[in-house]
């Protein structure tokens, strides 16, 4: 017997995803304390339950990412040393929302993953981290095959911005 039987992990899941709204919005004090505590709360415990299916944990964690403590940065150092590759994806994700440089060595290294989803996602955290030493790696990406990855790699280029950014930008254009 599930221990989650009346709401399937698809559907925690997604619940996880739209408390990060209120994450965001406590953390901006765009909405009054006890909804962001609320969700913080019900995240932290979705992240942290053993028997947690890993879809709804994972979004959890990128939904906490927001929050720069120290209990959300080893949640997602766990994440990225998990072994399931879509929670490590996760992880990336989440390193980027949190914008901390900290996670730069980790984010840049990611951007030459064999996985083009660890790729994007790194992308997509260079932008958010604002990693000036992302640009030449990035640039190059710009060629890739995969229309996603270029696109994110373009918008991250727009994100860090410099010279650059700007004249690959403009060659983009062009």
Same mark, same amino acid.
């Given at each position: 017997?599930?221990?989650?039987?009346?709401?399937? /992990?698809?559907?925690?899941?997604? /619940?996880?995803?739209?408390?990060?709204?209120?994450?965001?919005?406590?953390?901006?004090?765009?909405?009054?304390?006890?909804?962001?505590?609320?969700?913080?709360?019900?995240?932290?415990?979705?992240?942290?339950?053993?028997?947690?299916?890993?879809?709804?944990?994972?979004?959890?964690?990128?939904?906490?990412?927001?929050?720069?403590?120290?209990?959300?940065?080893?949640?997602?150092?766990?994440?990225?040393?998990?072994?399931?590759?879509?929670?490590r994806i996760?992880?990336?994700?989440?390193?980027?929302?949190?914008?901390?440089?900290?996670?730069?060595?980790?984010?840049?290294?990611?951007?030459?993953?064999?996985?083009?989803?660890?790729?994007?996602?790194?992308?997509?955290?260079?932008?958010?981290?604002?990693?000036?030493?992302?640009?030449?790696?990035?640039?190059?990406m710009i060629?890739?095959?995969?229309?996603?990855?270029?696109?994110?790699?373009?918008?991250?280029?727009?994100?860090?911005?410099?010279? $650059? /950014?700007? $004249? /690959?930008?403009?060659?983009?254009?062009?």
């Amino acid at each position: 017997m599930s221990v989650h039987p009346v709401h399937p /992990a698809s559907t925690r899941a997604a /619940a996880a995803t739209s408390l990060g709204r209120f994450v965001l919005m406590g953390e901006l004090n765009k909405i009054r304390p006890e909804p962001h505590v609320t969700s913080y709360q019900a995240l932290l415990a979705a992240c942290q339950a053993a028997d947690e299916h890993w879809e709804v944990q994972r979004r959890a964690l990128e939904s906490l990412a927001y929050i720069g403590n120290d209990t959300v940065a080893e949640l997602i150092r766990q994440a990225y040393a998990a072994p399931e590759e879509k929670v490590r994806i996760s992880a990336i994700f989440a390193m980027g929302r949190s914008a901390d440089p900290y996670w730069a060595d980790i984010v840049l290294s990611e951007l030459h993953s064999e996985n083009p989803a660890m790729r994007f996602e790194a992308a997509r955290a260079c932008g958010e981290i604002v990693l000036a030493e992302a640009v030449p790696t990035l640039i190059r990406m710009i060629d890739e095959r995969d229309a996603e990855i270029r696109d994110m790699a373009i918008w991250a280029l727009g994100q860090i911005g410099g010279k $650059r /950014a700007r $004249r /690959a930008l403009e060659k983009c254009m062009d």
